[in-house]
Protein backbone atom coordinates (compact mmCIF):
# COMPACT_ATOMS: atom_id res chain seq x y z
CA UNK A 1 0.00 0.00 0.00
CA UNK A 2 2.82 2.35 0.96
CA UNK A 3 6.33 2.05 -0.52
CA UNK A 4 8.86 4.23 0.81
CA UNK A 5 11.65 3.83 -1.47
CA UNK A 6 15.47 5.33 -0.59
CA UNK A 7 13.57 8.65 0.39
CA UNK A 8 16.19 11.53 2.11
CA UNK A 9 15.19 15.23 2.65
CA UNK A 10 17.96 18.18 3.10
CA UNK A 11 17.20 21.14 3.97
CA UNK A 12 19.99 23.94 3.62
CA UNK A 13 21.25 25.40 7.08
CA UNK A 14 23.45 28.51 7.81
CA UNK A 15 25.74 25.19 9.39
CA UNK A 16 25.72 23.11 6.43
CA UNK A 17 22.74 20.88 5.67
CA UNK A 18 20.42 19.32 7.93
CA UNK A 19 19.29 15.42 6.68
CA UNK A 20 15.59 15.60 8.57
CA UNK A 21 15.21 12.25 6.44
CA UNK A 22 18.27 9.83 5.33
CA UNK A 23 18.09 6.90 3.68
CA UNK A 24 14.51 5.11 4.77
CA UNK A 25 13.14 2.58 3.22
CA UNK A 26 9.56 1.43 4.38
CA UNK A 27 6.56 -0.56 3.10
CA UNK A 28 3.62 -0.40 4.68
CA UNK A 29 0.74 -3.30 4.04
CA UNK A 30 -3.13 -2.75 3.29
CA UNK A 31 -4.75 -2.13 6.46
CA UNK A 32 -1.86 -2.47 8.76
CA UNK A 33 -1.68 0.66 11.59
CA UNK A 34 2.28 1.34 11.56
CA UNK A 35 3.35 3.56 13.99
CA UNK A 36 7.00 5.48 13.66
CA UNK A 37 8.17 6.44 16.62
CA UNK A 38 11.22 8.95 17.60
CA UNK A 39 12.20 11.96 19.65
CA UNK A 40 12.48 15.40 18.79
CA UNK A 41 13.66 16.18 15.25
CA UNK A 42 14.23 12.64 14.53
CA UNK A 43 12.64 13.36 11.03
CA UNK A 44 8.77 11.80 11.71
CA UNK A 45 6.85 14.90 10.99
CA UNK A 46 9.24 15.29 7.81
CA UNK A 47 8.84 12.00 7.04
CA UNK A 48 4.48 11.62 7.14
CA UNK A 49 4.46 15.06 5.32
CA UNK A 50 6.20 13.11 2.55
CA UNK A 51 3.26 10.51 2.12
CA UNK A 52 0.52 13.21 0.97
CA UNK A 53 3.17 15.81 -0.44
CA UNK A 54 3.04 18.08 1.72
CA UNK A 55 6.94 17.85 1.20
CA UNK A 56 8.55 16.79 -1.70
CA UNK A 57 11.52 14.26 -0.70
CA UNK A 58 15.45 15.57 -1.87
CA UNK A 59 15.72 12.04 -3.06
CA UNK A 60 14.31 8.63 -3.33
CA UNK A 61 10.40 7.86 -3.97
CA UNK A 62 7.16 7.51 -2.01
CA UNK A 63 3.90 5.64 -3.49
CA UNK A 64 0.65 5.63 -1.54
CA UNK A 65 -2.15 3.68 -2.98
CA UNK A 66 -1.09 3.49 -6.12
CA UNK A 67 0.10 7.55 -6.18
CA UNK A 68 3.71 8.22 -6.82
CA UNK A 69 3.18 11.34 -4.48
CA UNK A 70 7.08 12.42 -4.76
CA UNK A 71 6.35 13.10 -8.43
CA UNK A 72 2.61 14.25 -9.07
CA UNK A 73 1.41 18.24 -8.78
CA UNK A 74 -1.91 19.96 -9.51
CA UNK A 75 -5.08 18.11 -9.60
CA UNK A 76 -3.48 14.53 -9.92
CA UNK A 77 -2.02 15.48 -6.38
CA UNK A 78 -5.43 16.60 -5.23
CA UNK A 79 -6.76 13.75 -6.25
CA UNK A 80 -4.42 11.77 -4.63
CA UNK A 81 -5.22 13.43 -0.62
CA UNK A 82 -9.07 12.16 -1.18
CA UNK A 83 -7.76 9.09 -0.67
CA UNK A 84 -4.72 10.15 1.89
CA UNK A 85 -6.42 11.82 4.58
CA UNK A 86 -4.70 13.08 7.72
CA UNK A 87 -5.22 14.31 11.68
CA UNK A 88 -3.35 16.62 13.35
CA UNK A 89 -2.26 17.59 16.84
CA UNK A 90 -3.53 20.63 17.48
CA UNK A 91 -7.00 19.51 14.73
CA UNK A 92 -6.82 22.02 12.26
CA UNK A 93 -11.10 22.91 12.66
CA UNK A 94 -12.44 25.96 11.25
CA UNK A 95 -13.66 27.81 14.34
CA UNK A 96 -16.68 29.34 12.81
CA UNK A 97 -18.30 26.06 11.73
CA UNK A 98 -20.32 23.68 13.69
CA UNK A 99 -19.19 20.36 14.03
CA UNK A 100 -21.09 19.36 11.16
CA UNK A 101 -20.00 21.98 8.74
CA UNK A 102 -16.57 21.26 9.53
CA UNK A 103 -17.19 17.73 8.84
CA UNK A 104 -19.36 18.65 5.82
CA UNK A 105 -16.37 20.88 4.38
CA UNK A 106 -14.44 18.30 2.47
CA UNK A 107 -17.55 17.05 0.64
CA UNK A 108 -18.41 20.72 -0.46
CA UNK A 109 -15.28 21.37 -1.98
CA UNK A 110 -15.74 18.18 -3.87
CA UNK A 111 -19.18 19.26 -4.89
CA UNK A 112 -21.04 16.33 -3.35
CA UNK A 113 -24.56 17.72 -3.61
CA UNK A 114 -26.47 18.29 0.10
CA UNK A 115 -28.92 15.64 0.31
CA UNK A 116 -25.93 13.05 -0.05
CA UNK A 117 -23.61 15.71 2.29
CA UNK A 118 -25.96 15.07 5.11
CA UNK A 119 -26.45 11.87 4.59
CA UNK A 120 -22.43 11.23 4.72
CA UNK A 121 -22.28 13.42 7.78
CA UNK A 122 -24.87 11.63 9.77
CA UNK A 123 -22.85 8.48 9.06
CA UNK A 124 -19.19 9.83 10.26
CA UNK A 125 -20.86 11.69 13.69
CA UNK A 126 -22.29 7.90 14.94
CA UNK A 127 -18.92 6.29 13.38
CA UNK A 128 -16.72 8.78 15.81
CA UNK A 129 -19.51 9.02 19.01
CA UNK A 130 -20.45 12.62 18.74
CA UNK A 131 -24.47 12.22 18.51
CA UNK A 132 -25.94 15.58 20.14
CA UNK A 133 -22.76 17.48 19.04
CA UNK A 134 -23.62 18.14 15.85
CA UNK A 135 -24.51 22.14 15.84
CA UNK A 136 -21.45 22.43 18.80
CA UNK A 137 -18.32 24.91 17.91
CA UNK A 138 -14.83 23.66 18.34
CA UNK A 139 -14.30 25.93 20.90
CA UNK A 140 -17.29 24.39 22.96
CA UNK A 141 -15.60 21.05 22.44
CA UNK A 142 -13.33 19.08 24.83
CA UNK A 143 -10.12 18.11 23.16
CA UNK A 144 -11.46 14.31 22.45
CA UNK A 145 -14.12 15.70 20.82
CA UNK A 146 -12.12 18.01 18.75
CA UNK A 147 -9.97 14.94 17.51
CA UNK A 148 -13.38 13.24 17.08
CA UNK A 149 -14.15 15.66 14.32
CA UNK A 150 -11.04 16.00 13.23
CA UNK A 151 -11.21 12.37 12.19
CA UNK A 152 -14.53 12.47 10.64
CA UNK A 153 -13.44 14.71 8.71
CA UNK A 154 -10.39 13.09 7.52
CA UNK A 155 -12.68 10.38 6.82
CA UNK A 156 -15.42 11.91 4.73
CA UNK A 157 -13.58 11.21 1.09
CA UNK A 158 -13.65 7.78 2.10
CA UNK A 159 -9.68 7.61 2.26
CA UNK A 160 -7.72 4.43 2.01
CA UNK A 161 -5.05 5.60 4.09
CA UNK A 162 -5.28 7.20 7.52
CA UNK A 163 -1.98 9.38 8.46
CA UNK A 164 -2.20 11.02 11.96
CA UNK A 165 0.63 13.18 12.67
CA UNK A 166 0.84 13.25 16.95
CA UNK A 167 -2.97 13.27 17.14
CA UNK A 168 -3.11 12.13 20.68
CA UNK A 169 -0.15 14.27 21.70
CA UNK A 170 -2.30 17.20 23.30
CA UNK A 171 -4.31 14.63 25.13
CA UNK A 172 -5.09 13.61 28.68
CA UNK A 173 -4.31 10.01 29.16
CA UNK A 174 -7.76 9.38 29.38
CA UNK A 175 -8.94 10.60 26.10
CA UNK A 176 -5.93 9.42 24.51
CA UNK A 177 -7.26 5.65 25.09
CA UNK A 178 -10.36 6.69 23.97
CA UNK A 179 -9.00 8.34 20.84
CA UNK A 180 -6.85 5.46 20.10
CA UNK A 181 -9.53 2.61 20.78
CA UNK A 182 -11.45 4.57 18.21
CA UNK A 183 -8.97 4.52 15.55
CA UNK A 184 -8.44 0.76 16.05
CA UNK A 185 -12.13 0.49 15.52
CA UNK A 186 -12.07 2.59 12.20
CA UNK A 187 -9.46 0.52 11.27
CA UNK A 188 -11.02 -3.04 11.88
CA UNK A 189 -14.00 -2.00 10.37
CA UNK A 190 -12.74 0.05 7.35
CA UNK A 191 -9.66 -1.58 6.84
CA UNK A 192 -8.38 1.73 6.59
CA UNK A 193 -4.66 1.56 6.17
CA UNK A 194 -3.15 4.26 9.31
CA UNK A 195 0.25 5.28 9.72
CA UNK A 196 1.21 7.29 12.72
CA UNK A 197 3.78 9.57 14.22
CA UNK A 198 4.32 9.70 18.11
CA UNK A 199 7.07 9.86 20.68
CA UNK A 200 4.77 7.80 23.16
CA UNK A 201 5.83 4.53 23.51
CA UNK A 202 2.24 3.64 25.20
CA UNK A 203 0.47 4.26 21.58
CA UNK A 204 2.76 2.31 19.72
CA UNK A 205 2.31 -0.93 22.21
CA UNK A 206 -1.85 -0.40 22.32
CA UNK A 207 -2.51 -0.32 18.81
CA UNK A 208 -0.07 -0.61 16.20
CA UNK A 209 0.68 -3.36 14.18
CA UNK A 210 4.48 -2.90 13.65
CA UNK A 211 6.89 -0.11 14.48
CA UNK A 212 9.93 1.74 13.13
CA UNK A 213 12.45 3.78 15.19
CA UNK A 214 13.74 7.16 14.04
CA UNK A 215 16.99 8.77 14.87
CA UNK A 216 18.39 11.45 13.32
CA UNK A 217 16.39 10.83 10.22
CA UNK A 218 17.06 6.86 9.55
CA UNK A 219 15.00 4.19 10.67
CA UNK A 220 17.62 2.61 13.19
CA UNK A 221 14.71 -0.70 14.15
CA UNK A 222 11.65 -1.71 12.70
CA UNK A 223 9.54 -4.48 13.09
CA UNK A 224 6.01 -6.39 14.76
CA UNK A 225 5.62 -4.03 17.96
CA UNK A 226 5.92 -7.58 19.97
CA UNK A 227 9.39 -8.22 18.56
CA UNK A 228 10.33 -4.57 19.35
CA UNK A 229 9.17 -5.43 23.00
CA UNK A 230 10.87 -8.58 23.44
CA UNK A 231 14.44 -8.11 21.47
CA UNK A 232 14.69 -4.27 21.43
CA UNK A 233 18.18 -3.58 19.74
CA UNK A 234 18.90 0.05 19.31
CA UNK A 235 19.82 1.99 22.38
CA UNK A 236 17.31 4.00 21.71
CA UNK A 237 14.21 1.43 21.40
CA UNK A 238 15.90 0.20 24.49
CA UNK A 239 14.85 3.51 25.75
CA UNK A 240 11.61 3.63 24.36
CA UNK A 241 10.43 0.28 25.40
CA UNK A 242 11.79 1.05 29.23
CA UNK A 243 9.21 3.39 29.08
CA UNK A 244 6.43 1.23 29.06
CA UNK A 245 7.64 -2.11 30.88
CA UNK A 246 9.78 -0.79 33.79
CA UNK A 247 8.13 1.98 36.12
CA UNK A 248 10.46 4.15 37.91
CA UNK A 249 9.07 2.50 41.46
CA UNK A 250 10.01 -0.86 40.33
CA UNK A 251 13.67 -0.66 41.04
CA UNK A 252 12.98 0.53 44.60
CA UNK A 253 10.27 -2.04 45.56
CA UNK A 254 12.66 -5.00 43.98
CA UNK A 255 15.36 -3.46 46.52
CA UNK A 256 13.27 -3.33 49.61
CA UNK A 257 12.06 -6.90 49.22
CA UNK A 258 15.26 -8.52 48.25
CA UNK A 259 16.31 -6.56 51.50
CA UNK A 260 13.20 -8.07 53.29
CA UNK A 261 13.39 -11.68 52.28
CA UNK A 262 16.33 -13.20 53.90
CA UNK A 263 15.50 -16.89 52.08
CA UNK A 264 14.46 -18.23 49.34
CA UNK A 265 15.07 -16.41 45.28
CA UNK A 266 13.61 -13.92 43.64
CA UNK A 267 12.92 -14.12 40.33
CA UNK A 268 11.66 -11.75 37.25
CA UNK A 269 9.54 -13.26 34.56
CA UNK A 270 9.71 -11.87 31.34
CA UNK A 271 6.56 -13.42 28.87
CA UNK A 272 6.14 -12.55 25.56
CA UNK A 273 2.99 -13.47 22.83
CA UNK A 274 0.89 -16.02 23.72
CA UNK A 275 2.80 -17.39 26.92
CA UNK A 276 1.43 -14.30 28.69
CA UNK A 277 -1.40 -15.37 29.22
CA UNK A 278 -0.53 -19.28 29.94
CA UNK A 279 -0.57 -20.21 33.50
CA UNK A 280 2.77 -21.27 34.17
CA UNK A 281 2.85 -20.04 37.67
CA UNK A 282 -0.10 -22.76 38.56
CA UNK A 283 2.24 -25.59 37.00
CA UNK A 284 5.07 -23.81 39.09
CA UNK A 285 3.21 -24.34 42.51
CA UNK A 286 1.27 -27.82 41.05
CA UNK A 287 4.72 -29.39 40.05
CA UNK A 288 6.76 -28.91 42.92
CA UNK A 289 6.79 -28.45 46.83
CA UNK A 290 7.20 -24.60 46.99
CA UNK A 291 5.89 -21.32 47.94
CA UNK A 292 5.60 -18.62 45.51
CA UNK A 293 4.81 -15.18 46.63
CA UNK A 294 4.17 -12.97 43.80
CA UNK A 295 5.43 -9.30 44.23
CA UNK A 296 4.87 -7.24 41.87
CA UNK A 297 3.46 -8.05 37.51
CA UNK A 298 2.48 -6.27 34.87
CA UNK A 299 1.03 -7.48 31.41
CA UNK A 300 0.30 -5.72 28.67
CA UNK A 301 -1.70 -6.31 25.60
CA UNK A 302 -0.21 -5.46 21.96
CA UNK A 303 -1.79 -5.37 18.55
CA UNK A 304 -0.11 -8.71 18.02
CA UNK A 305 -0.40 -10.18 21.36
CA UNK A 306 0.88 -9.32 25.30
CA UNK A 307 4.36 -9.02 26.82
CA UNK A 308 4.84 -8.26 30.92
CA UNK A 309 6.93 -9.08 33.97
CA UNK A 310 6.16 -10.93 36.92
CA UNK A 311 8.42 -10.63 39.99
CA UNK A 312 8.05 -13.56 42.10
CA UNK A 313 9.82 -15.05 45.57
CA UNK A 314 10.64 -18.74 45.43
CA UNK A 315 11.39 -21.38 48.58
CA UNK A 316 11.09 -24.60 49.51
CA UNK A 317 13.41 -27.54 49.63
CA UNK A 318 12.40 -27.78 45.47
CA UNK A 319 13.09 -24.41 45.15
CA UNK A 320 16.16 -25.65 42.32
CA UNK A 321 14.41 -27.78 40.60
CA UNK A 322 11.55 -24.87 40.30
CA UNK A 323 14.30 -22.53 38.76
CA UNK A 324 14.94 -25.29 36.57
CA UNK A 325 11.43 -25.69 35.17
CA UNK A 326 10.72 -22.11 34.65
CA UNK A 327 14.26 -21.71 32.63
CA UNK A 328 12.83 -24.28 30.25
CA UNK A 329 9.61 -22.52 29.60
CA UNK A 330 9.48 -20.17 26.67
CA UNK A 331 10.00 -17.40 29.19
CA UNK A 332 12.89 -15.25 29.92
CA UNK A 333 14.08 -15.87 33.71
CA UNK A 334 16.20 -13.54 35.79
CA UNK A 335 17.10 -14.77 39.27
CA UNK A 336 17.67 -11.60 40.72
CA UNK A 337 18.34 -12.89 44.27
CA UNK A 338 19.88 -16.56 44.14
N1 LIG B 1 11.50 23.43 6.74
C1 LIG B 1 12.62 23.11 7.37
N2 LIG B 1 13.77 23.78 7.17
C2 LIG B 1 14.93 23.45 7.76
N3 LIG B 1 15.04 22.42 8.64
C3 LIG B 1 13.94 21.72 8.90
C4 LIG B 1 12.68 22.00 8.28
N4 LIG B 1 11.75 21.10 8.75
C5 LIG B 1 12.42 20.31 9.61
N5 LIG B 1 13.71 20.66 9.72
C6 LIG B 1 14.74 19.98 10.54
O1 LIG B 1 14.71 18.60 10.22
C7 LIG B 1 14.90 17.81 11.39
C8 LIG B 1 13.73 16.85 11.53
O2 LIG B 1 12.55 17.58 11.86
P1 LIG B 1 11.11 16.93 12.04
O3 LIG B 1 10.15 18.03 12.39
O4 LIG B 1 10.81 16.09 10.88
O5 LIG B 1 11.35 16.00 13.31
P2 LIG B 1 10.27 15.34 14.27
O6 LIG B 1 10.83 14.00 14.62
O7 LIG B 1 8.95 15.38 13.65
O8 LIG B 1 10.31 16.25 15.53
P3 LIG B 1 9.08 17.08 16.21
O9 LIG B 1 8.25 16.07 16.87
O10 LIG B 1 9.80 18.00 17.17
O11 LIG B 1 8.43 17.83 15.08
C9 LIG B 1 15.07 18.78 12.53
O12 LIG B 1 16.46 18.96 12.76
C10 LIG B 1 14.43 20.04 12.02
O13 LIG B 1 15.03 21.17 12.62
Known amino acids: MIHINRVKKIYPSKNGEVRAVDSVDLEINQGEIFGIIGYSGAGKSTL ?44 NLLWSRTVKENISFPLEIAGVKKLDRDKKVDELIKLVGLEGRENAYPSQLSGGQKQRVGIARALASDPKVLLCDEATSALDPQTTDAILDLLVDINKRLGLTIVLITHEMHVIRKICHRVAVMENGKVV ?27 EETKDTIEHIVAHYTSGSIVMLGFVGENAEQPIITKLIRSFDITVNIIQGKISPTQNGSYGTLYIHLDGEQKDQALQFLQSQEISVEVIKK
Open 221 to 247: ESGPVINVFKHPEAEITKRFVQQVIEL
Open 48 to 91: IRMLNGLEIPTEGSVTVAGYEVSKIKGKKLRQARQEISMIFQHF
